[in-house]
Nanobody, 115 residues
Framework: QVQLVESGGGLVQAGGSLRLSCAASGNIFSINFMGWYRQAPGKQRALVAV???????NYADSVKGRFTISRDNAKNTVYLQMNSLKPDDTAVYYC?????????WGQGTQVTVSS
């Protein structure tokens, strides 16, 4: 079993920055992929960024050049640095960890970008 706890969300003005953190505990050695997803009101949950255990990253087109995903293996934590935030980035952001059999989700953290 894996537990994921997100933090770092909040209210920020357009153009500002936030850094989200996802702390993992439990059987973390089984996790191959860690990712951030977001869900805006009335929309489906969508991929924002993902990082593999080897450090390979991938991003949604809408956040390329603005967001950076990284991981600190010593702290069992994945980060999402979000710069140049836009009102369209407003959503609940979820952390996900995946192994070959299961996906684990955090509880989500709200990010609100005001114009």
């Amino acid at each position: 079993q894996v537990q994921l706890v997100e933090s770092g969300g909040g209210l920020v003005q357009a153009g500002g920055s936030l850094r989200l953190s996802c702390a993992a505990s439990g059987n973390i050695f089984s996790i191959n992929f860690m990712g951030w997803y977001r869900q805006a009101p009335g929309k489906q949950r969508a991929l924002v960024a993902v990082i593999t255990s080897g450090g390979v990253t991938n991003y949604a087109d809408s956040v390329k050049g603005r967001f950076t995903i990284s991981r600190d293996n010593a702290k069992n934590t994945v980060y999402l640095q979000m710069n140049s935030l836009k009102p369209d980035d407003t959503a609940v952001y979820y952390c996900k960890g995946s192994n070959s059999r299961t996906d684990y989700w955090g509880q989500g953290t709200q990010v609100t970008v005001s114009s």
